[in-house]
């Protein structure tokens, strides 16, 4: 066992066959079943240094690796205004700050969205599992927007298979640093770990399958404003993917320059089927600090259709139905 910041490196032999996620969860028992197919799917456990699939099978010799996050509930020392923009029985979508986590880390005690659910809802937090009640999908700090919790776990299980199904439209706003040299196009790239940084994500081609539309909305020559429509869910996906076409989030820190304020990446809209029936479509308004950036690259007229707040939808549509950008 070996520790890295905040995750613990496990390792592990198999000593006979299965598939990965019934071997890890057999192995360890803190890790349940459930918790290890969301690892499988952020990419935390490997099989001779390759990231595993979900389905793989495992057999006797291989080699194991699994990066747990380390996780210690601690109260936070406030907990965050959120935005409500849908809620019933099953789901609450809101509309997350930048620079709001969706859970701590070890020993954190700033606010976090898990913190605002476990509030508003304790006899429904009370049924999940400890680790993330409620969490469907996340966001990452400083990325804004669209978000969906689950308040029960029959629905996190059901909206989690359509985001895994990709039976979900996920659609973002960015501000890029640099002018695409194509208008519109599909960065169809794999995503991996970076090979000498852990906690950075790569396009690499022992990663996994990730595709990124996007669109130039407008630009001033130096700055871009984008629409981007996610195919896949690979962790940072959208700033790697941007970065490797040499226009990198405006402020990321990570994958670009840095800058002044936090990374001008938005999730502005999506559609993804309800726990009960039909598709839920839901969208969040361009934040002010970008509606302001935008502003300053001449584009009045963008700013101003993105800050329009559009009441949720719920449709019997059984097919993933679209009512967001036309073009992107």
Sequence with gaps: MDERGNEEIRRLTAESFGRIDVVVSEAFADLSRGRVQRMLGEGAITIGGEPARKSAQVSPGDEIEVHVERFERRPPVSVPELDVVYEDDSVVVINKPAGV????????????????FVQRYPELAARFDVERPGVVHRLDKDTSGIMVLAKTPGAQGAVSKAFEAR???????????????????????PIGRHGGDRTKMAVTRRGRESRTDYETLGDDGERALLALRLHTGRTHQIRV??????????????????????QLLHAWHLVFPHPHGGRLTVTAPLPADMAAAVRQ???????????????????????????????A
């Excluded at 039976?167 to 790239?189: H, Q």
């Excluded at 993917?241 to 936090?262: F, K, S």
């Design 297 to 327: 690259m001449g584009l009045e007229e963008l700013a101003s259709r993105y800050e329009a707040i559009t009441p949720p939808e719920r449709t019997p549509s059984d097919g993933v139905e679209d009512k967001g950008h036309e073009e």
């Design 241 to 262: 993917h941007l970065a490797a076409i040499r226009v990198p989030v405006v402020n990321d820190a990570t994958y670009g320059t840095g800058g002044d304020g936090r």
């Design 101 to 116: 986590v969706v859970h701590g880390g070890p020993g954190d005690t700033a606010p976090t969205v898990v913190a605002w």
């Design 167 to 189: 039976d979900v439209v996920k659609r973002y706003l960015a501000i890029v640093a640099g002018v695409p040299a194509k208008p519109r196009a599909s960065i169809d790239a």
